[in-house]
């Protein structure tokens, strides 16, 4: 029953088994008037969403004419009513959205069962379709984005043409005097000052003589400033180094697969 089970001596291991499941639950009140597991489900989904969300945010900035960093295919996007020149990125602006409705159902399931006595209630109905609409909408969300980002194209100069400020690798100015032994504190205050001053000169920190600066720095510090090199510098693990990141592809293709 809905509340202490039954009085007829069921073979509820074998019903289980027969059903596919693992195993049988241990509390009868708790078995009916548990939804736990859906509003689980429904957080994973909505937290799935909210990634899909900021991925779709970072594309609908990479493809404006301020970045253009990506290149979105037609099919994943429309034409402006008024401004032939524009592409408006559909289908990002749709994901950004459709999370909205994810995380309303998560909070629709939790509010339909935060105060509710045991065991079943009609409140119970409720949990339905909250969930059943999840699935639907992440599951075409994952579709659509899968097709999106598979035709997508990255316009490579563009990117590189952004890496190119020198500013960029103003930490690895200061990574530079630490390891000659300048304390941090320090050497973010000389960085600071040079970065000031390039600023103030309109000149680039990679052609700033920073020996007028400080006596720390020598003039050894062009390299500093090639970009390939600083990425190859960086070897922990988690940073962008290419063969870091070669190797975190090929772990995730294979886990995927």
Same mark, same amino acid.
């Given at each position: ?33 548990d939804r736990d597991y859906i509003a689980e489900i429904i957080f994973v989904i909505a937290l ?42 559909? &289908?990002? *602006?749709?994901?950004?959205? =459709? @999370? ?5 159902? !998560?909070?629709? +399931? ?84 040079? &970065?000031? *001053?390039?600023?103030?000169? =309109? @000149? ?5 003589? !920073?020996?007028? +600066? ?10 500093i400033f090639q970009l390939s090199r600083a990425l190859k510098a960086r070897t922990n693990p ?20």
């Open positions: 029953g809905a509340l202490a089970g039954s009085t007829i001596n069921l073979d509820r291991h074998a019903i289980a088994q027969e059903l596919g499941f693992d195993g049988v639950t241990t509390n009868s009140m708790d078995a009916i008037a799935c969403g909210v990634h899909l969300s900021r991925l779709s945010e970072d594309l609908i900035l990479w493809c404006s004419a301020e970045f253009s960093f990506a290149h979105l295919a037609d099919a994943h996007t429309t034409g402006s009513s008024l401004m032939p020149q524009k592409k408006n990125p559909d &289908v990002c *602006e749709l994901t950004r959205g =459709k @999370t909205g409705r994810l995380m309303g159902n !998560l909070v629709a +399931i939790l509010t339909a069962i935060k105060g509710l006595p045991l065991t079943y209630n009609r409140d119970l109905q409720e949990d339905k379709e909250p969930l059943f609409d999840s699935i639907d909408t992440l599951h075409l969300a994952l579709t659509v984005n899968t097709e999106m980002i598979l035709a997508m194209t990255m316009r490579v100069d563009h990117c590189a043409a952004a890496a190119a400020d020198p500013m960029l690798l103003a930490t690895d100015l200061a990574d530079y005097l630490v390891k000659k032994g300048v304390p941090f504190r320090h050497a973010h205050e000389l960085v600071g000052k040079a &970065v000031a *001053e390039a600023i103030a000169s =309109k @000149t680039p920190l990679d052609k700033l003589d !920073l020996t007028k +600066i400080s006596e720390h720095y020598r003039n050894d510090t062009a390299e988690g940073c962008p180094n290419p063969e870091i990141v070669r190797q975190q592809i090929s772990r995730w293709q294979a886990q995927l697969a």
